[in-house]
C-alpha cells in the first residue's frame, strides 16, 4: 500500500503558525493520524508522520514521532506503544491484523512543520511541489529557513545558476533532509547536548549511512 501525503487545506498564513503541520496524511493513515495524535500530545510528543505499508497480515502502522525538542528515545517509543495500541484498538481504524511499529523521524527525517525549516537551517533538502514553479516541481539545496509562509532555500537551479528561492509551504508535496556527513555531525552534537547516547535521539544509526 502506498502512502498518500497531502498539504494541510489551511491557508498559509495558518500553515506558517510554525508547530503546526502542514504536511498531512490522506485515506487510512490520515484516520490513524486523528486517532493517535491526541494520545501523543497529553504525553508531550508530537506526531511527525504516519505510514502504512503492506496489506493483510503483513500490514504496517508505523508512527514517527518525537518530543517538541526533537528528541525520543527507545522507552518514548515503547511508551507511545503502550498508550496508543489501546487507543487504536477501540477506534479499530485499521481492519484486520497488523503490527504498529513507533519510531523516531531518523536522521534524514521529514520536514513537515515550518519550524522544521528553522531547526535544520544550513543543511541540504529535496522538496518536491504539486505545482511547479518556473517549470520545475523538484528542488535540492541548502535549507536558510522558513519566513512569510515559505521556506527559503539555495538551490541550484540548473541553466540559472544557484539561486535563493522562497517556496510557498501551501505547494509543498513531500520535504526531507539529505542525509550528510554534516548532517550526522550535527545530529551526533544534538544528541549529546540531549545526554543521548544514539543520534537520531532513539533510531539507530546505520554502519553505511556513516560511509556515505
Known amino acids: 500500500m502506498q502512502d498518500t501525503i497531502a498539504n494541510d487545506t489551511a491557508s498559509p498564513s495558518e500553515q506558517g503558525s510554525g ?113 511547479p514553479i518556473d517549470g520545475r516541481k523538484r528542488f535540492k539545496g541548502v535549507l536558510e529557513g522558513f519566513e512569510d509562509g515559505e521556506v527559503r532555500i539555495k538551490a541550484d537551479t540548473g541553466e540559472h545558476g544557484v539561486q535563493h528561492l522562497g517556496l510557498p509551504v501551501h505547494l509543498i508535496a513531500d520535504a526531507k533532509l539529505v542525509l550528510t556527513d554534516e548532517l550526522i555531525r550535527e545530529a551526533l552534537q544534538r544528541a549529546k547536548e540531549r545526554h543521548s547516547t544514539r543520534p537520531g535521539d532513539g533510531a539507530e544509526l546505520d554502519e553505511d549511512d556513516l560511509e556515505d
Not at 30 to 56: S, Y
Open 19 to 131: 508547530t503546526s503541520r502542514f504536511l498531512r496524511e490522506t485515506g487510512l493513515a490520515a484516520d490513524v493520524a486523528a486517532v493517535v495524535e491526541p494520545t501523543l500530545e497529553d504525553l508531550g510528543f508530537r506526531l511527525v508522520r504516519v505510514k502504512i505499508q503492506g496489506d493483510g497480515r503483513d500490514r504496517i502502522v508505523q508512527l514517527m514521532a518525537e518530543r517538541p525538542d526533537g528528541s525520543i528515545t527507545v522507552d518514548d517509543c515503547e511508551t507511545i506503544s503502550k498508550a496508543v495500541s489501546p487507543v487504536l484498538d477501540v477506534a479499530d481504524p485499521v481492519s484486520g491484523a497488523y503490527r504498529l511499529e513507533v519510531s523516531s523521524p531518523g536522521i534524514d527525517r521529514p520536514l513537515v512543520r515550518p519550524s522544521d525549516f528553522e531547526d535544520w537551517s544550513g543543511h541540504e533538502a529535496k522538496i518536491e511541489l504539486n505545482e
